[in-house]
């Protein structure tokens, strides 16, 4: 990291630290009525990040975002990552829609969706993932759309499109084209403003213990749109979902690290604090184990994940590289928050510290944006097919 961007990241850590943090209490409260995207707290806080010049940092100038490299960013975002809301807070929780439409809108596309995306004024969701097929596996997709005249007609349906209750549109992904060469080709991706009718939110599904995810079912039928809303070309939307995944999955792992250097710095202000059994906590061999390991874990996820940013920063897909840190760094989050909350005993348990909702939040991390056992099954084949891949030769 350079000088400038050492600087930013102190002001970005001084913004999330003193201002996101002491407003969680009231944005988990909020979220649960009005979804993530819209708790009122976060007026203010956008408001103070665009005054400060944190908003937008990863989106190109050109949209108005603050330009910053890809790699400049993931720095960023493992500070972001301190706190759940802090994506939220400086407008970057949409920057993988953002990503997806920089790439592939077209003009008008660019105009309606993109640039109100980048400036927060309205919202995005994408319908991945069904409830009938194995949402680990795209090419199972169930939805379909077909092209009538200068119209698209889409039925589909989906679940845990996230943000859906509160979005101005949603990327579907649909079979297109059922005979196409192959089964990668037959689908497309096509933006459906969630108030086109036949477009409904069935509910937001209860994850948990808390509703406010925004986590959405959602039911598609006869919906009509212009032809003008497929994004990308016809029977792209396989290479557009894995372009959007991609650095997405390096944006969790960053943010992942944050949460986890957070339960960290909790878990050692507690060690030195508590006395039991004739000396403070942090004087026991066994709570010295856990800072260890935990700060070992953290370390090296966080090397990985830079060497990943860093590959696909240079224009390689990082394949190996991205899923071996989705399985790991998944792995990492869930034992230091774990260390963290048996430090702090029966406190640990309560909603008295963070580490209670950290702690739901980071088993997520397992399923989304690729279960664990693909992820391993993946980088096994690839290495299996071509050991040379390995990252360290």
Not at 240 to 256: D, E
Not at 301 to 306: E, G
Request: glycine share 10%; hydrophobic share 40%; charged share 25%.
């Amino acid at each position: 990291m350079n000088k400038e961007l050492r600087e930013l990241r102190t002001s970005l850590r001084t913004f999330i630290d003193k201002e996101v943090i002491p407003a969680e209490p009231t944005f988990f409260e909020e979220q649960e009525e009005t979804g993530y995207w819209m708790a009122p707290v976060l007026e203010s806080l956008r408001a103070s990040a665009k005054k400060q010049g944190l908003w937008a940092l990863g989106h190109p100038k050109e949209i108005g975002g603050g330009g910053l490299s890809f790699m400049d960013f993931v720095y960023l975002n493992e500070v972001i990552g301190r706190s759940e809301l802090g994506q939220f807070a400086v407008g970057s929780a949409s920057m993988q829609d953002c990503h997806m439409l920089y790439l592939y809108g077209s003009d008008e596309q660019k105009e309606r969706w993109l640039l109100p995306m980048v400036r927060g004024e309205i919202f995005p969701s994408v319908g991945l993932t069904e409830p009938e097929v194995a949402g680990s596996d795209p090419t199972l997709m169930q939805s379909t759309a077909r092209f009538e005249g200068d119209e698209i007609v889409v039925n589909a349906h989906k679940w845990f499109t996230s943000g859906a209750n509160n979005a101005a549109f949603t990327t579907v992904f649909a079979e297109t084209d059922p005979d196409a060469e192959t089964r990668h080709k037959r689908f497309s991706a096509i933006i459906v403003p969630t108030d086109t009718p036949g477009y409904r939110v069935e509910r937001v599904v209860p994850t948990m213990g808390h509703i406010g995810g925004g986590h959405c079912e959602i039911r598609i039928q006869e919906a009509r749109v212009p032809a003008s809303n497929l994004l990308g070309g016809r029977g792209e939307g396989f290479v557009i979902a894995q372009r959007r995944l991609g650095p997405g999955r390096i944006f969790h792992c960053m943010r992942w690290l944050g949460q986890a250097q957070r339960a960290f710095d909790l878990m050692c202000e507690r060690a030195k604090s508590r006395y039991a059994h004739g000396s403070l906590l942090s004087e026991k061999g066994e709570i010295q184990r856990y800072i260890a390991e935990s700060a070992a874990e953290i370390q090296s996820h966080r090397l990985m994940t830079l060497e990943a940013a860093r590959k696909l920063d240079m224009g390689d897909d990082a394949r190996i590289e991205i899923s071996l840190i989705k399985f790991h760094g998944a792995k990492m989050l869930h034992n230091v928050i774990d260390r963290a909350i048996q430090v702090h005993g029966a406190k640990g348990l309560t909603s008295d510290t963070p580490l209670e909702r950290m702690y739901r939040e980071a088993r997520y991390g397992r399923v989304y944006d690729g279960p664990d056992e693909v992820h391993r099954m993946s980088v096994a084949r690839r290495l299996l097919k071509d050991p040379s891949l390995a990252p360290w030769t």
